[in-house]
């Protein structure tokens, strides 16, 4: 076969394109259940069937609203972890069941969706290099670096379960990210579970306590997810909102980044506004009826490279399988019994990850950090993201409002860097370093 793209996948045959879609319902799967199994590690019952329901049906809307024209995949978005965290331990829900938590935290998500069709509608009137001059790498690479450190106590406490096993976990992740080939390199953290995980089993059988089989022992192999309502409360909403700014620019990273992948503009054509209606419109509806926000996923793209496959119908088969495989409880029981130190260990390597991809994001746009204007902003958003460690709390006609973390840092980092004179970043001129704007898993 020779080295050109393949834009038809049906010159390939059905069987073929039923392995390609597989393949990528594998890269995506990891880091799809990841989030569901994280947020319950914070006491929050988000469901693994939901999740991946909404993954795939989020996906077949993006679809739709990018005119079938994009292959990109919809998973699960880690950027609204600290978001589900927080929510978690929020004084305001104190004494709530950890059912009524997770459904003010999907109102938050709800909302967060929305936000970006109103970035949609601003860049469909303005255009996109106006809209990209408040969110420069200066702004939001600080951001990114703030979600990946503010998660890094709960990877410890997980780990701190067993730390042998997490210890395994990362040792899989790394040697197959580094040294491995093909289809190995792409789903690292898979493996990683997945290894370690039989490494468990093993233990288990020999006497050690590590995996409970009880939960899979009553569950049925086909059955309805339960999906749950989303409830609105300002308090889940100020914590959720403002993390949309980073999950845009995730998903305009992930644009440029097909775009490159595929030799073909997406963000001029469908444009960046239908796609980001796409994903805003999937992301509300998962939190509507209870899964996680959406995201477009970077792994779905390393497929696109290895595979050479740039068909969009691939992905919407991945999409038709992650449907399916939604409606087996039993399978949500063995995702489900994974001990808390894997967990701890995939998110060693993954929030570091986020951190480090912040930083990559100052580096390759050549953030000059030697210019006091630059350094200021950066220096106010890493404090205000890593300082005020319970956000802050202030009345508002007898109502009370807690602004995270995050929030505080978005606000202060676009507030400065629109009042700051000497602004030195246009969108378009580097598409090397715009393409690399997104959390890629």
Known sequence: MNNEPIRDARQLGIPKMLILGLQHMFAMFGATVLVPILVQGYGLPLSIQTTLFFAGIGTLFFHICSKMKVPAFLGSSFVF?????????????????PETKLAYALGGVVVAGLLYLVLALIIKLVGVKKVMRFLPPVVTGPIIICIGLSLAPSAVSNASTCWWLAIVSIAII?????????????????????????????????????IN????????????????????????????API?????????????????????NYIEDPGLHRTLVGDGLATSLSGMFGGPANTTYGENTGVLVLSKVHDPRVIRLAAVYAIVLSFSPWFAAVINSIPAAIIGGVSFILYGMISAIGVRNVVENKVDLTNSRNLIIAAVILVCGLGFSGGLTFNIGGTTLTLTPLAIAAIAGIVLNAILPGKDYEFGTNPEGDQHRGVHH
């Open 213 to 240: 089989f009880s939960a899979m022992e009553g569950a049925q192999v086909v059955g309805i997810q339960p999906f749950a309502l989303a409830k609105f409360d300002i308090n889940a909403i100020l914590v959720m």
């Open 174 to 210: 790394v040697v197959a990210n580094i040294w491995g080939k093909g289809m190995i390199k792409i789903i690292p953290i898979l493996l990683g579970v997945v290894g370690s995980y039989i490494i468990a089993l093993i233990a288990t059988l020999c006497g050690a306590d590590l």
């Open 81 to 97: 972890l600290g978001g589900f965290s927080t929510v978690a331990t929020l004084p305001a829900y104190e004494g709530l069941d």
């Open 244 to 264: 949309a700014i980073a999950a845009m620019m995730e998903h305009i990273g992930d644009m440029s980044a097909i775009s490159a992948t595929c030799g073909e």
